[in-house]
């Protein structure tokens, strides 16, 4: 078996093992809600104080907390689209695993202390810390991929704001430019909304576990607004460039235009 082989079966292995850690994530999220005993609740009153001071903001950072990890779970079906995939990064991908594979824990600790700002400091820091392991992830893979991308910075400064009219350059398709650079914002979302709640956590813990919806707003932003940009078919492309794009689209918008 050649190596380039071998690495495409480890990546595919990885790639399935990854699904199988976020589906026991997602699904451990719900197991942490503690349901109380009769002993616990002996009243009417306690029963609607369990409600009001726990279940209710359990349930809120419960939903939170499914889509971060559904969110993360998205971004690594988008980077598993790209096809030289080394060692190193399927290493830094298991310590994203990893950190994932914490959320369940940091989510059941604000359960029961979401007033505490040191506890939603913890979480913050623990979705800042995979966000930015998946751009440093993203970053690899275009230099693996893409190295043109990188060697020609001057030539793609110059010729960018002509992006609009379907210039190519050599070696370089601003195409792929483009839909690699919606990618990125996507990615950076998460980054963005966790040093909002980083910062929210001294003023008021509510607030910085709702800062996370922000990253949903932002996804949808961007979607919206680069659609355009990443739909133009007057580019010239190879049949592994076309079917990347065609690809990532895919995984970013839900369907390619024909």
């Known amino acids: 078996m050649a190596k380039n082989d071998f690495i495409n079966l480890v990546s595919d292995r990885h790639s399935a093992i990854t699904d199988g850690v976020f589906a026991i994530a997602m699904t451990i999220l719900v197991l ?39 969110n993360f779970w998205e971004n690594t079906i988008i980077l598993f689209n790209f096809k030289k995939v080394s060692y190193g990064i399927l290493l830094l991908n298991m310590f994203s695993m990893a950190a994932v594979c914490l959320i ?12 505490y700002t040191i506890v939603n400091v913890f ?33 793609i400064k110059t ?35 966790s040093l909002i709640s980083l910062v929210l956590a001294f003023i008021s813990p509510i607030a910085s576990m709702l800062s996370f919806l922000l990253i949903l707003i932002l996804v949808f932003i961007i979607r919206m607004r680069r659609s ?31």
């Open 32 to 70: 942490e809600i503690a349901v109380p005993t009769i002993t616990d609740i002996s009243s009417g009153v306690a029963l609607n104080d369990y409600f009001i001071n726990y279940l209710a903001p359990s349930i809120l950072i419960y939903f939170i907390s499914f889509y971060l990890v559904y």
């Open 228 to 258: 355009r940009k990443d739909d133009h078919d007057d580019v010239d492309l190879t049949d592994d460039e076309k079917e990347f794009i065609d690809n990532i689209k895919k995984s970013i918008y839900g369907k390619v235009r024909d």
């Open 123 to 155: 979480f913050s820091l623990l979705i800042l810390i995979i966000s930015l392991l998946y751009i440093i992830i993203f970053v690899l893979l275009l230099r693996n991929n893409f190295k043109d991308y990188f060697d020609k910075k001057e030539e």
């Open 104 to 115: 369940p824990f940091a989510t059941g600790f604000l359960f029961k202390f979401y007033k």
């Open 159 to 193: 010729a960018i704001k002509d992006y609009s009219d379907g210039i190519e350059l050599p070696n370089l398709k601003l195409r792929l430019k483009g839909v690699t650079l919606t990618l990125f914002y996507i990615l950076l979302a998460p980054v963005i909304s």
